[in-house]
């Protein structure tokens, strides 16, 4: 069993930066592929970017693509979502979530896991 706790949300006006960080407890976080969701009212939920076991492969979605950065630190158990140039689109909460598959998954019937989210807002 994995739990995932996210944190780093906020409100940040248009073109700002902004960290999520998702801790993990579970000694075999290592092992998963993990992903960032977002969700808005009334909208299905969305992939974000995702990152491999080791860190070497990652993907993004095209919206996002340029502007945020998955990363993870194993020792830490943490997965990272850095985010630049935020857009007023870019308002959802976020979710972390971890996958038992090695490849890097990117729907979300593909995780096991999920956080309970971080609400981010991007307004001036």
């Known amino acids: 069993q994995v739990q995932l706790v996210e944190s780093g949300g906020g409100v940040v006006q248009p073109g700002g930066s902004l960290r999520l960080s998702c801790a993990a407890s579970?000694?075999?976080?290592?092992?998963?592929?993990m992903g960032w969701f977002r969700q808005t009212p009334g909208k299905e939920r969305e992939f974000v970017a995702a990152i491999s076991w080791s860190g070497d492969r990652t993907d993004y979605a095209y919206s996002v693509k340029g502007r945020f950065t998955i990363s993870r630190d194993n020792a830490k158990n943490t997965v990272y979502l850095q985010m630049h140039s935020l857009k007023p689109e870019d308002t959802a909460v976020y979710h972390c979530a971890g996958s038992q598959t090695i490849m890097v998954v990117t729907t979300e019937y593909e995780y096991d896991y999920w956080g309970q989210g971080t609400q981010v807002t991007v307004s001036s």
């Open positions: 579970g000694r075999t976080f290592s092992s998963y592929t």
